[in-house]
């Protein structure tokens, strides 16, 4: 029976680290590919340097600089960012006293941009407009018909005026109504 006892025990040592190995490696695959971690911000530091005929406009020039590369590294990394801090420090004066040159830096916490707006639900919405000439009275009733259709919330796009129905005229001409019904694509 002794020999028995040792594959049996073996098998089962090797099971339990095989089982241990497997969760290791399926927490770390849960970490990598987290929507916490795709996303995660990032400090980023950009420099630029710049000339001006005073000190202030050199250290100004170069701040911009600097901004507009960490801008430029971010938008080549898909990513936008935030809390942007910059300063310049003096690298050079122009021994005639003419002008300056400052190096600068920019720091901003970076992350991904956010994904653009998806206009897939589609709404309509149908108002009435008033007013003293025809094309006075369509485009309220399609301004209170783009109105009714924001007021249902999102974002929308693409407005289309799909519909004008007569619904009333004074019998001197003096006045209009129509029910004017407006489409778009929203959000949400």
Do not use: K
């Not at 710049?50 to 971010?74: I, V």
Request: hydrophobic share 40%.
């Amino acid at each position: 029976m002794a020999q028995h006892d040792e594959p049996y025990g073996r098998s089962r040592r090797g099971s339990l680290a095989g089982r241990l190995l497997m969760l290791v490696a399926l927490v770390a695959a849960g970490i990598g590919l987290s929507p916490a971690a795709a996303h995660a911000d990032t400090w980023r530091t950009a420099t630029g340097s710049a000339w001006g005929q005073t000190q202030a406009s050199a250290s100004a020039a170069a701040q911009a600089s600097a901004r507009t590369a960490l801008t430029q590294t971010a938008a080549q990394l898909g990513e936008v960012c935030t809390n942007v801090t910059s300063s310049a420090t003096l690298a050079y004066t122009v021994p005639s006293g003419g002008g300056y040159v400052y190096n600068g830096t920019a720091t901003g916490l970076c992350a991904p941009a956010p994904p653009p707006p998806s206009y897939t639900v589609p709404r309509t919405a149908t108002a009435r407009g008033e007013a003293s000439t025809y094309s006075a009275a369509v485009q309220n009733g399609a301004a209170a018909a783009r109105a009714a259709i924001l007021a249902a919330g999102g974002d929308c796009t693409g407005y289309q005026t799909t519909g004008a129905t007569y619904v009333y005229t004074a019998p001197d001409g003096s006045w209009y109504i129509y029910d004017v019904t407006v489409s778009a694509l929203c959000v949400h």
